[in-house]
Structures are given as structure tokens and as C-alpha cells.
């Protein structure tokens, strides 16, 4: 698995209505699901939790991520990984980083999407999370 496969997953994703709780790349994914679609068509061993809510509460994207058996932290960001992001309070947002972009279930586009990784959107990013057994 390299940088390029995970992107490459993400990005097949583009499009794909946003759904809370969604894990159907093509039909329905949210910014949780769309990290599940990226694992399951790398092989990578990723633990999904459902039956959150809307806002994710009691640090729970965080303490789902911590207890990936594929994701390790790390300190700085590479195409290919997955960022935990806050619009304020606890994070509630998950995107896979592309480089220059970000990929991700927004609801607020209704979709799975594929924009700049900004100032704005860097200065979101609480913790970065990298896919073990890169090549």
C-alpha cells in the first residue's frame, strides 16, 4: 500500500452523497465512513463505530482513531493521511489528507468532496493520523 492507493481510494469516492452514519462509497458516506471506504479498499485493519451522532461528543472520533489497529500518529502531515479536525469545541470532522488538498464528507456540500487545504482548513487539523505499512 502506498500514499497513492489511499488517495486513489479517496478520490473514487468524489461524489458520493453525504448520509450521516453512511458507508456505501457511491450511495451514501459520512466523513467516519468515508475513512472505513479508504481502509477497506487498502486491506487495512480499521475497527468501524457506529451509532454516533450528528456532532460527535465525549471525544469520540479521537478515541476511535487512538484505538485503530492501522493508524499510528504522527507529528507532521503526508499525502495519504487521515486528519481529525475541529470547527471549534472537540473534534467532530475526519478528512484524508491529498498533499496540496483534502478529500471529504461535507455536509455541507451534501457530498464527498475535494478542495485546498488552506490556511483555514490547516489551521482546523488537531491530530494527524498515518496508515501503517506504507511503501
Known amino acids: ?35 472505513v471506504a479508504v481502509a477497506e479498499a487498502i486491506g487495512a485493519d480499521y475497527i468501524d463505530q457506529v451509532g454516533y451522532g450528528r456532532v460527535p461528543s465525549e471525544n469520540r472520533l479521537a478515541l476511535a482513531l487512538e484505538g485503530q489497529p492501522c493508524l499510528a500518529r504522527v507529528a507532521s502531515c503526508l499525502p495519504g493521511d487521515v486528519l481529525l479536525l475541529s470547527f471549534g469545541g472537540e473534534p467532530q470532522h475526519l478528512a484524508i489528507s491529498a498533499g496540496p488538498t483534502l478529500i471529504h464528507a461535507w455536509e455541507t456540500l451534501g457530498r464527498v468532496c475535494e478542495h485546498d487545504l488552506d490556511a483555514r482548513w490547516r489551521s482546523r487539523v488537531v491530530q494527524i493520523y498515518r496508515f501503517e505499512g506504507l511503501a
Open 1 to 35: 500500500m502506498t500514499q497513492d492507493d489511499i488517495i486513489a481510494a479517496a478520490r473514487a469516492c468524489l461524489g458520493t452523497p453525504f448520509r450521516h452514519q453512511g458507508r456505501i462509497p457511491g450511495s451514501a458516506l459520512d466523513c467516519a465512513g468515508l475513512v
